[in-house]
């Protein structure tokens, strides 16, 4: 079973939004640093987001303004809200554990894939 699991991709036209989400049965998010990550073919893994076990938010100067990263613990649940969407933010999005140096992470899950194109 994997550790996390990703929803919410799929065909965004430019301009448009999407949520994605994060679930896991074996990672209590309110006990620890969640980030949003993505990797754009022939790139390697970006971090994008982070949230720390307190709800406080950190984003990349990339993504920062245009994307939104929340969690509901309630739900076990983290959420990544992406507004104004061009195809640059086209990617595979994963969630993990935070890590400043994601090639280090292990534990990665399907992803789920983030298209924008008209």
């Known amino acids: 079973q994997a550790w996390f699991e990703e929803s919410g991709g799929g065909l965004v036209q430019p301009g448009g939004s999407r949520r994605l989400s994060c679930t896991s049965s074996r990672v209590t998010f309110s006990r620890t640093t969640m980030a949003w990550y993505r990797q754009a073919p022939g790139n390697e893994r970006e971090l994008l987001a982070h949230i720390t076990d307190d709800d406080r938010p950190r984003y990349a100067d990339s993504i920062k303004g245009r994307f939104t990263i929340s969690k509901d613990n309630a739900k076990n649940t983290v959420y990544l809200q992406m507004e104004n969407l061009n195809a640059e933010d086209t990617a595979a999005y994963s969630c993990?554990?935070?890590?400043?140096?994601?090639?280090?992470?292990?534990?990665w899950g399907q992803g789920t894939l983030v298209t924008v194109s008209s």
């Open positions: 993990n554990y935070y890590s400043n140096i994601p090639r280090y992470l292990s534990k």
